[in-house]
């Protein structure tokens, strides 16, 4: 596209003065798609914010990755495989752990949980679980109760509090189904403890069903003598399945078994994955209705121009030179209004980000302000996509410029 093309398609976008309504119908059409661009880029923007403030709550309670044994089998020399673990050189930390299912019963009101034995001085260095202890404290040694009674401490959930009337210093009761070694009806164990503390970590299926207590403790209740498995934090958290199949090998294979923290998500990033996918399918429709007013004021200019068209081609202007004027037309478009809109939507993106101005309930979606995260492939993704939109448009009116015949595009007014 040559400079003159150019010049001329520009000179076209403003329209006569006495059929100024072309002129206006391209500044909507030029509106609407900026529109799209920064709905589109700012829809994305969320989309991110809220993803990582997921991950991260994911990671902070539950560590990149986990080394366990197939059949669900016991680790009993854990202390020595924690120490080969911690031997790797991605590896930063190593703790153990133990799962399982029980109900939990104060005053009558019972609840089934998940509990997670843990060793509560070093599960601080694999996940945040400390961090989110919001009431009494982290810890899980004896601990005196409000009735003067002293306990092994346990950690509840906010929402398993509230739902139980429990506070920090109230009594509770274990109860789980333990296999027995050589018996074939499994034993029921239980154990009363302390709440030492509340921990709140903005996932609700988390803070509802999730307890922790010692290691010893889930031993007992349990009937074991080793534990599930290793929890292992990683030097990056995006390489956490390699490092986890890493650290595998480096234990000798099978037995073991790595699980890192997106494989015990899958479904859940997999629906974010999806969700950000169709935002932007629907929200660039929005690009295809403003693209699809091209086509309209196209073809009015066209109609406007239709003598100078004429002119033109009777000077010596080829069909295709005529084709790329009207498609310089809607390219200009496309860039003006997906350049404004983008620069509006990252402009409004990094001010949040810096200043967090917008405001959301915090009691719906577990933070107070707006997330949002711009990246740069998002951005080049929608600048690319809106001005190909823009672009593609063009050719059928384009195209129809260009089979105009030169002695009637003149005769015609």
């Known amino acids: 596209m040559g400079p003159m093309e150019l010049f001329i398609a520009v000179r076209y976008l ?120 919001g009431w009494g404290r982290f810890s899980l040694d004896s601990t005196l109760s409000d009735r003067q009674r002293k306990f092994p401490g346990i950690l509840i959930g906010k929402g398993l509090a509230d739902r139980m009337g429990i506070r920090d210093g109230a009594e509770v009761v274990l109860m789980s189904i333990a296999p027995v070694e050589g018996e074939i009806d499994p034993v029921p164990k239980m154990a009363r403890f302390t709440v030492s503390g509340v921990f709140e970590t903005g996932m609700y299926e988390y803070d509802l069903t999730l307890v922790y207590i010692s290691i010893e403790s889930a031993q007992f209740l349990l009937n074991m003598h080793g534990v599930e498995g290793i929890q292992i934090k990683t030097t990056d958290l995006f390489k956490a399945d390699k490092i986890a199949e890493s650290v595998r090998n480096h234990l000798g294979g099978y037995p073991y078994r790595a699980i ?74 496309g860039f003006i209004g997906s350049t404004v809109g983008v620069a509006l939507a990252v402009a409004l993106c990094l001010a949040q980000y810096q200043w967090r101005f917008i405001p959301i309930p915090g009691d719906l979606y577990f933070i ?46």
């Open 368 to 413: 107070n302000t707006l997330p949002v995260i711009v990246r740069a492939v998002d951005v080049v993704a929608v600048y690319i996509t809106v001005n190909l939109i823009c672009w593609l448009v063009t050719l059928y009116p384009a195209w129809k410029a260009s089979t105009l015949l030169p002695a009637e595009s003149i005769r015609y007014e």
């Open 14 to 133: 403003r329209g006569k003065r006495k059929i100024g309504f072309i002129s206006w119908i391209t500044y909507i059409t030029a509106m609407g798609v900026c529109l799209g661009s920064f709905v589109l880029i700012v829809a994305l923007a969320v989309a991110n914010g809220f993803e990582k403030e997921v991950r991260d709550r994911i990671v902070g309670t539950l560590a990149h990755a986990k080394i366990t044994q197939y059949h669900g089998n016991d680790m009993v020399s854990y202390d020595s495989l924690r120490r080969v673990i911690l031997g790797h050189p991605q590896v930063v930390a190593a703790a153990p752990f133990i799962t399982g299912k029980a109900g939990i019963e104060r005053d009558q009101v019972q609840e089934g949980v998940m509990f997670i034995g843990i060793d509560d001085s070093l599960e601080q260095t694999v996940t945040d679980l400390n961090a989110t202890v």
């Open 260 to 333: 890192d923290w997106q494989m015990q998500n899958r479904s859940l990033f997999q629906w974010m994955r999806l969700e950000r996918m169709i935002i932007f399918i629907v929200i660039s429709l929005i690009v295809v209705v403003a693209a699809f007013n091209i086509i309209a004021s196209l073809i009015m200019m066209i109609l406007e121009k239709r003598r100078e068209i004429g002119i033109l081609m009777s000077m010596g202007a080829t069909s295709n030179a005529i084709m790329r004027i009207f498609m310089a037309n809607g390219i200009v478009i």
